[in-house]
């Protein structure tokens, strides 16, 4: 059966992994490698419940204990699908749709069941970002995110198409909760694999349309259109929860998990582009001042 599975699973572009039923992992094709960052020698052989990709939903519930669509599967003989964030090997959180089908024995019992998982990362035009990444001078050199001076262009963009147009915008404005303390604490090696790690927690998790940034330092923006002051709060609240939940090890296998204060505001039609960043930066203050690891929006 293994045999079976090399051959007609191992090279597919989605992630397949198969489980006995102890939730033992069988089977691990290159997808997985691929867009979990695990090899298979890595996997086979561990269990599921060992919560190695740790599958979170967007409501920050943690699943493999409670909820997971594998185990319910090995259960009922069901079928399942769901959207949910796995763990990174690297540490961010990836966006992935997953699927999970029953294996049945000659009795007709369950004796196995495969997961099928797929990115779901936006799909971003290949050749306009191509075009935009090799302007380097709107390029931030170490998280490969857009830079400030392309930040505030795109703003006035935004701001020029509201007038026009009365096409609605926000923006938030995010900041990485006690980083002096990781530099100082881990050296600034380490606050760089941070400020990476932040980044790719949030342009993984935008939309295709959205613009994310970094803005200087510690400190994110995040361009959001046609966005109300509810769903600016429900986008600025799942990114907050996917940073928490992100985790970094050092060389020394210290175990780093940052938070981010996350600050929010819509665009009015008599903002500048500086009064629209400045007011979503006192939101985020205002985060700091209340605990840190909150989002205030308006």
Do not use: M, Q
């Given at each position: 059966m293994e045999e079976k599975w090399n051959s007609v699973l191992k090279d597919l572009y989605e992630g397949v992994?198969?489980?006995?039923?102890?939730?033992?992992?069988?089977?691990?094709?290159?997808?997985?490698?691929?867009?979990?960052?695990?090899?298979?020698?890595?996997v086979v052989g561990r269990h599921c419940q060992d919560n190695l990709l740790d599958h979170m939903d967007a409501s920050g519930h943690h699943l493999c204990h409670d909820g997971c669509p594998l185990h319910h599967t090995l259960r009922t003989g069901e079928?399942?699908?769901?959207?949910?964030?796995?763990?990174h090997q690297?540490?961010?959180?990836?966006?992935?749709?997953?699927?999970?089908?029953?294996?049945?024995?000659?009795?007709?019992?369950v004796a196995a069941a495969i997961e099928i998982f797929e990115s779901a990362v936006p799909k971003r035009d290949i050749f306009a970002e191509h075009r935009q990444l090799t302007n380097m001078a709107m390029t931030d050199e170490l998280t490969r995110l857009k830079n400030r001076r392309f930040m505030m262009l795109q703003l006035q963009?935004?701001?020029?198409?509201?007038?026009?147009?009365?096409?609605?915008?926000?923006?938030?404005?995010?900041?990485i909760d006690d980083f002096k303390d990781i530099n100082d604490r881990h050296g600034h090696g380490v606050g760089d694999d941070i400020l990476r790690l932040v980044a790719s927690t949030l342009s993984n998790n935008t939309r295709a349309d959205d613009i994310t940034g970094r803005y200087g330092g510690e400190?994110?923006?995040v361009i959001l259109k046609g966005?109300?002051?509810?769903?600016?709060?429900?986008?600025a609240e799942k990114l907050r929860l996917l940073v928490a939940a992100s985790v970094w090890y050092t060389d020394d296998l210290d175990r780093i998990q940052v938070t981010v204060s996350v600050g929010g505001a819509?665009?009015?039609?008599?903002?500048?582009?500086?009064?629209?960043?400045?007011?979503a930066d006192k939101f985020m203050y205002q985060a700091k001042q209340q605990g840190k690891n909150q989002t205030i929006t308006e």
């Open positions: 992994y198969v489980v006995d039923r102890n939730r033992k992992i069988l089977f691990w094709n290159s997808g997985s490698e691929n867009i979990s960052g695990y090899t298979s020698a890595e079928t399942r699908s769901a959207d949910v964030f796995l763990r690297l540490g961010h959180r990836v966006p992935v749709r997953v699927r999970t089908l029953p294996i049945h024995d000659a009795d007709g019992e963009h935004a701001l020029n198409e509201l007038h026009e147009f009365d096409r609605s915008f926000g923006v938030l404005f995010i900041d400190e994110f923006l966005v109300t002051s509810k769903t600016i709060h429900a986008v819509i665009c009015h039609a008599d903002d500048t582009v500086e009064s629209l960043v400045d007011r």
